[in-house]
T-cell receptor
């Protein structure tokens, strides 16, 4: 079964770039890697999704190496409102059953 | 555009009771997934349905069941509730293997 690993917490300051890495050692071949942001008592909010190499949108970049066993979410110039928990999500076909596996989450604190 | 909606928003039950949670996906989405999120932890995958067929199942006991209707809405049923079932239940909708969009969740408290 896929196991996803993320740092438990990270601290940053406003205006800095933050990079959060997720390790996923058994990702399903055809599945995408998706990152979400979650605030307390809310549903996760989509940030970015990719399959391999690099994807960029208006809020973040996602870097995925060729072996796809990890991914790095990059948040440029964070602000106080980026304080939240960040999760990676991957699909896994372990045990002949499809499962969606969330990482353990990285709690990001952005300081003024 | 309407997002994923879930009902009810909050629910209080007692041990041994049964509960049904409902989810309406974004229009055009044919996939619905259910997750349980215990306070302080990441979401845990329960089920995924695509085109009304179960596509995936997480490591939850048979007390948990779900179904997807012809209009792609979905229900999650939990029987014989335990205190440990207290959690935020999240529903997400999407297309086949692409981005899932989450609803606000249903907070279930079991006393």
């Amino acid at each position: 079964l896929a196991k996803t690993t993320q740092p438990i917490s990270m601290d940053s300051y406003e205006g800095q770039e933050v990079n959060i890495t997720c390790s996923h050692n058994n990702i399903a071949t055809n599945d995408y890697i998706t990152w979400y942001q979650q605030f307390p008592s809310q549903g996760p909010r989509f940030i970015i999704q990719g399959y391999k190499t690099k994807v960029t949108n208006e809020v973040a970049s996602l870097f995925i190496p060729a072996d796809r066993k990890s991914s790095t979410l990059s948040l440029p110039r964070v602000s106080l409102s980026d304080t939240a928990v960040y999760y990676c999500l991957v699909g896994d076909w372990g045990d002949s059953s499809y499962k969606l596996i969330f990482g353990s989450g990285t709690r990001l604190l952005v300081r003024p | 555009d309407a997002g994923v909606t879930q009902s009810p928003t909050h629910l209080i039950k007692t041990r041994g009771q049964q509960v049904t949670l409902r989810c309406s996906p974004i229009s055009g989405h044919k996939s619905v997934s259910w997750y349980q999120q215990v306070l302080g932890q990441g979401p845990q995958f329960i089920f995924q349905y695509y085109e009304k067929e179960e596509r995936g199942r997480g490591n939850f006991p048979d007390r948990f069941s779900a179904r997807q209707f012809p209009n792609y809405s979905s229900e999650l049923n939990v029987n014989a509730l335990l205190l440990g079932d207290s959690a935020l239940y999240l529903c997400a909708s999407g297309t086949a293997q692409e981005t899932q969009y989450f609803g606000p969740g249903t907070r279930l408290l079991v006393l």
